[in-house]
T-cell receptor, first 111, second 115 residues
Framework: GQQVMQIPQYQHVQEGEDFTTYCNSS?????IQWYKQRPGGHPVFLIQ?????EVKKQKRLTFQFGEAKKNSSLHITATQTTDVGTYFC???????????FGSGTRLSIRP | EAGVAQSPRYKIIEKRQSVAFWCNPI?????LYWYQQILGQGPKLLIQ????????DSQLPKDRFSAERLKGVDSTLKIQPAKLEDSAVYLC?????????????FGPGTRLTVL
């Protein structure tokens, strides 16, 4: 079946350093969504990318959708302690409306 | 705008017992999802409703799990009998309509521990 994989599984950075998580799908995606889950919390929608090669920015966060629409990345510039949490990508299963979540990248930060 | 409500927030049961979770989605949201999130993993879709009809339940262990959304609003998820591997957080989410382009709003989840 379709798989959505994320790397790395964990990342521990010094506050102020940059952070990147990568998402790869075994099939072409019509769109991809990113969610953030704080420790003990629930996933919260961050953004959706639809177009091939699309790049979107939210303050220090930059999201990119690959040209082949099979991969995506989230880059955080100059991390802050508020960025702590697990970042999930999620994409639709083939032509269905069902969303498949990646395994997530857990970000921890040294103050 | 009120968010997705879930109860209880925590539940501890012994294996072979039964348990039920309740979810009230955001008002006006036609689509409701139940996810299982095991520690360290991403949410796994168990069942998806569009109004009171099932859109997808391909990953629902139907021999022990059941879910309903009778009036197209709130929903219940039941496990009977529970197994140790059912220990997880059960997340309910809703979206305005069905479709992969729709943002999902998640509730706080119910943390289930099966002893």
């Amino acid at each position: 079946g379709q798989q959505v994989m994320q790397i790395p599984q964990y990342q521990h950075v010094q506050e102020g350093e940059d952070f990147t998580t990568y998402c790869n799908s075994s099939t072409t995606l019509s769109n991809i969504q990113w969610y953030k889950q704080r420790p003990g919390g629930h996933p919260v929608f961050l953004i959706q990318l639809v177009k091939s090669g699309e790049v979107k920015k939210q303050k220090r966060l930059t999201f990119q959708f690959g040209e082949a629409k099979k991969n995506s990345s989230l880059h955080i510039t100059a991390t802050q302690t508020t960025d702590v949490g697990t970042y999930f990508c999620a994409g639709p299963e083939s032509s269905a409306s069902k969303i498949i979540f990646g395994s997530g990248t857990r970000l921890s930060i040294r103050p | 705008e009120a968010g997705v409500a879930q109860s209880p927030r925590y539940k501890i049961i012994e294996k072979r017992q039964s348990v039920a979770f309740w979810c009230n989605p955001i008002s006006g949201h036609a689509t409701l999802y139940w996810y299982q999130q095991i520690l360290g993993q991403g949410p796994k879709l168990l069942i998806q409703f569009q109004n009171n009809g099932v859109v997808d339940d391909s990953q629902l262990p139907k021999d022990r799990f059941s879910a309903e959304r009778l009036k197209g609003v709130d929903s219940t998820l039941k496990i009977q009998p529970a197994k140790l591997e059912d220990s997880a957080v059960y997340l309910c989410a809703s979206s305005l309509v069905t479709g992969s382009y729709n943002e999902q709003f998640f509730g706080p989840g119910t943390r289930l521990t099966v002893l």
